[in-house]
């Protein structure tokens, strides 16, 4: 399994240019919450790998839909697969602002994405909320030969940090952390 750190290995300035195209426009459409009574700095897109087109894209609903599943990653796996009628989403890659959470890339992983490209990391998003501290790549070494997501990132990091640093955004992180101790397990994971 090919698992790239940092710059990608043999990665053109087009391929590049393309990837910080797609995550900009992933950062717009997620920046839009921020200006909502429900602002969340978690956004994924999927694109089919090779023409580029967009399939769909989600923001996190972990608190709008009452379910700790709701993560933008998620969600646009179950939307895209919905829309597709088939459960493996091989051909296409997903963006994320930020570094999939476990149960994330493990969905990821599930679906067969040919590539995972993310903005801010793990490490960036346990700042401001809780989350489970198991790097993305990691999770990759550890799955079958036949799951053969590549993980690249971070891309576009210093801008897709910004939404968890936006002051409407801020002000919803203390409310995730409010509530009885039982409310806080579930509040804080935010993501």
Known sequence: MRVLAGRRRGATSLNLRLDEQRMRELFRFTARTLETKSPVPFGALIVNTRTGDRLMRATNAVRRENDPSSHAELRTVRRACKKLKRVTLAGFTMYSTCEPCPMCMANALWA????????????????????????????????????????????????????????????????????????????????
Not at 121 to 136: E, G, K, L, V, Y
Not at 163 to 172: E, G, R, V, Y
């Open 112 to 191: 067969r994405l040919d590539r995972l490209v993310y903005g801010a990391t793990i490490a960036d998003a346990s700042r401001h909320c809780m989350q489970i501290q198991i790097p993305a790549k990691k999770l990759t070494e550890r799955a079958d030969a036949g799951m053969k997501t590549t993980v690249e990132g971070p891309v576009l990091r210093d801008l897709c940090n910004t939404l968890f640093t936006h002051p409407n955004m801020q002000k919803a992180f203390r409310t995730w952390t409010t509530g009885t101790r039982r409310d806080r397990s579930i509040d804080r994971g935010g993501r």
